[in-house]
């Protein structure tokens, strides 16, 4: 578990949208370091995220953020950084002019800004790629400069909504290193992936979501034990999913492969930790180029029914 001081208090947090429950109750104590959020489409992670970084207000309960409320306090942000996982671009800018045109807002100076973003755009890759248009960056490149824009001002909070999105296995390896780095200066980083393992790698710090409640809470490993007896269904979309396929059927932690049309499949494994790992090498060793890898959907609402079972008995 993180063991560093408190920074965000949530205590009995709800939201509705209407007559529809974003999250409901949520108590929980975040600290320095880094804790992943994990959960299905629609389990709230977003939502709690946006209440967290001040976005929504909560229709029941209270955030705190170094000891001080979240809700229609502007000066908190200048400590906060957020990455959404939707795109929002200028996209007749640079990526340098991006993320200096931001950092301008929160009331830096024009050579401040522009050295700083020229810095942090060095340093999730996009060095050589700053002066191009946003509108010819790829799904990983405009990942990369909104990692950028979050770091950039130097934030003691960091949000992070689906921040590998789009990253093959090298940028995913990059950007959890950097984070690390990010985490490691005593800041509070909380990052919401579908990839237990990818987490594990980074933190033993998680809670999981389904439904709006927090489900499970702990280390990632007494989490993953709760799901022995649950095969994994792993969904990967790449240029040759059909090669890929034959390649992982010779691995004895995978229990079934199905091609899906020209750019996807979907495969079993009750090995995921062991699956992964393999998947990276696999991929390198053969030059296969992969859009996303990601728990399919189906198998991840039933993993998190099962949970919510298991918490409500």
């Given at each position: 578990?993180?063991?560093?001081?408190?920074?965000?208090?949530?205590?009995?947090?709800?939201?509705?949208?209407?007559?529809?429950?974003?999250?409901?109750?949520?108590?929980?104590d975040?600290?320095?370091g880094?804790?992943?959020?994990v959960?299905?489409?629609?389990?709230?992670?977003?939502?709690?995220?946006?209440l967290?970084?001040?976005?929504?207000?909560?229709?029941?309960?209270?955030?705190?953020i170094l000891?001080?409320?979240?809700?229609?306090?502007?000066?908190?942000?200048?400590?906060l950084g957020?990455?959404?996982?939707?795109?929002?671009?200028?996209?007749s800018?640079?990526?340098?002019?991006?993320v200096?045109s931001l950092?301008?807002?929160?009331?830096?100076?024009?050579?401040?800004?522009?050295?700083?973003?020229?810095?942090?755009l060095?340093?999730v890759?996009?060095?050589?790629?700053?002066?191009?248009?946003?509108?010819?960056?790829?799904?990983g490149?405009?990942?990369?400069?909104?990692?950028?824009?979050a770091?950039?001002?130097q934030?003691?909070?960091?949000?992070?909504?689906?921040?590998?999105?789009g990253?093959?296995?090298?940028?995913?390896?990059?950007m959890?290193?950097l984070?690390q780095?990010?985490?490691?200066e005593?800041?509070t980083?909380?990052?919401?992936?579908?990839?237990?393992?990818?987490?594990?790698?980074?933190?033993?710090?998680?809670?999981?979501?389904?439904?709006?409640?927090?489900?499970?809470?702990g280390?990632?490993?007494?989490?993953r034990?709760?799901?022995?007896?649950?095969p994994?269904?792993?969904?990967i979309?790449?240029d040759?999913?059909?090669?890929l396929?034959?390649?992982?059927?010779?691995?004895?932690?995978?229990?079934?492969?199905?091609?899906?049309g020209?750019?996807s499949?979907?495969?079993?494994t009750?090995?995921?930790?062991?699956?992964?790992?393999?998947?990276?090498?696999?991929?390198?060793?053969?030059?296969?180029?992969?859009?996303?890898?990601?728990?399919?959907?189906?198998?991840v609402?039933?993993?998190?029914?099962?949970?919510?079972?298991?918490?409500?008995?």
């Open positions: 578990m993180t063991h560093g001081p408190v920074t965000i208090e949530l205590r009995d947090v709800s939201r509705w949208y209407g007559e529809v429950l974003g999250v409901n109750r949520v108590t929980a975040l600290r320095a880094l804790t992943g959020l959960g299905p489409n629609g389990s709230g992670k977003s939502t709690l995220m946006n967290i970084c001040g976005l929504l207000r909560p229709g029941r309960g209270e955030i705190r000891g001080q409320p979240v809700w229609n306090n502007p000066e908190l942000r200048r400590v957020y990455c959404t996982q939707n795109d929002h671009f200028y996209e800018f640079s990526g340098r002019e991006f200096a950092l301008r807002l929160h009331g830096h100076g024009l050579d401040w800004a522009r050295r700083t973003a020229a810095d942090w060095e340093r890759g996009l060095g050589p790629h700053m002066d191009r248009r946003l509108r010819t960056y790829s799904k490149m405009r990942q990369r400069a909104k990692i950028a824009l770091l950039a001002h934030p003691r909070v960091l949000v992070l909504d689906e921040p590998f999105n990253l093959d296995p090298v940028g995913r390896r990059e959890m290193q984070l780095e990010f985490a490691a005593q800041r980083i909380v990052l919401s992936s579908h990839i237990l393992h990818e987490i594990e790698q980074m933190t033993d710090n998680i809670l999981m979501m389904s439904n709006g409640y927090v489900v499970a809470e280390e990632v490993g007494q989490v034990d709760l799901l022995t007896d649950h994994f269904q792993v969904f979309r790449c040759d999913p059909r090669r396929g034959a390649l992982l059927l010779r691995e004895p932690g995978v229990l079934s492969v199905q091609v899906e020209e750019r499949l979907t495969l079993a009750r090995a995921p930790d062991a699956f992964y790992l393999r998947l990276n090498e696999l991929i390198l060793d053969h030059g296969i180029d992969v859009d996303i890898v990601t728990l399919a959907d189906e198998n609402q039933s993993i998190y029914r099962y949970l919510a079972g298991r918490e409500h008995h």
